[in-house]
């Protein structure tokens, strides 16, 4: 059956602990570990007051030149969770577009005239080229950096590879996160199933051996959420003969590519010789964790 599974979040910092605590949540076990480190950078405000202000992480939000004055310009977000950080920070016209970098074009596009002045707070590495879109599209767009990531060193991970062998998952939230876990994985042999929160995270791992590669139907928390709560916690599913009840549209294409071979589907770990988790209590986070931020926090 499946059941409750022993995670590591890579998440970066600090919203790898709202994960974990979403997680623990649904009933899994959680180690929080990043696989990025966020490093700000010197960010300017723009010449003049923007049309629109736009963000794509939480982090661009946390990092961004505050200006009061702008407070009432109109802000778009990649998703309801940046949003509600950008409200946090007094934002107060708000337009999430609930999904991917495409599904933000959109809502752009069909929502704001031209020619409007559009300011992009954001990575260093961003996941697309919206300013270059929305330019093309007859706006003046710019992009302001305000934040970079870069992989985290060896030694701080020394904790979340001790307990690779233990892992029955992994969760990846960015594309360069997952390929900073691709090396980690290629070269330790670990196997077993890795959450994705989109497909763009997928298609760094798809060629790693080993692994089954599970996608969010949206790339969005609530949609990886739901993933991992077809996935059991304290929500109990059938067993796996059951397999009609798992093909109804729950399951993702992988799993149910398993489920049609009639195999077991993680009835235990075989990178770690003991079976239960209890046995394994000395690698996991503590929790509750009193550093965790409430569930609105990203």
Request: cysteine-free; hydrophobic content about 35%.
């Given at each position: 059956m499946l059941g409750p599974l022993f995670l590591w979040v890579?998440?970066?910092?600090?919203?790898?602990?709202?994960t974990g605590h979403r997680v623990r949540g649904i009933g899994h076990t959680v180690l929080t570990s990043p696989v990025l480190k966020v490093r700000p950078t010197a960010a300017f405000s723009p010449p003049m007051r923007p049309d629109v202000i736009v963000f794509t992480s939480a982090q661009g939000v946390r990092h961004h030149p505050l200006d009061p004055a702008y407070l009432d310009v109109p802000v778009f977000t990649v998703g309801d969770r940046t949003a509600e950080a950008a409200g946090r920070r007094g934002y107060r016209h708000l337009y999430s577009a609930r999904g991917n970098l495409s599904d933000l074009q959109r809502l752009i596009v069909t929502t704001v005239p031209r020619p409007a002045y559009v300011v992009h707070f954001s990575a260093m590495e961003p996941a697309g080229d919206l300013v270059g879109y929305l330019n093309m599209s007859g706006y003046e767009a710019d992009r302001y950096v305000v934040y970079e990531t870069e992989p985290v060193e060896d030694e701080a991970l020394v904790r979340a590879f001790q307990a690779l062998p233990a892992l029955d998952g992994i969760i990846t939230h960015s594309a360069k996160g997952a390929r900073r876990l691709a090396q980690i994985i290629s070269g330790r042999r670990w196997h077993g199933i890795v959450f994705c929160i989109s497909e763009a995270c997928a298609a760094e791992l798809r060629e790693v051996p080993g692994l089954l590669v599970e996608v969010a139907?949206?790339?969005?928390?609530?949609?990886l959420m739901n993933l991992l709560r077809f996935h059991?916690?304290?929500r109990g599913v059938p067993l796996c003969s059951t397999t009609h009840d798992l093909s109804r549209g729950a399951a993702t294409a992988p799993t149910k590519r398993l489920l049609a071979t009639g195999a077991p589907?993680?009835?235990?770990?075989d990178n770690y010789p003991a079976r239960d988790?209890?046995?394994r209590t000395a690698l996991f986070d503590p929790s509750p964790d009193p550093d965790d931020p409430p569930p609105t926090a990203a």
């Open positions: 890579t998440r970066s910092a600090p919203y790898n602990r709202l139907a949206r790339p969005t928390e609530q949609s059991a916690g304290r589907l993680f009835f235990a770990n988790l209890k046995s």
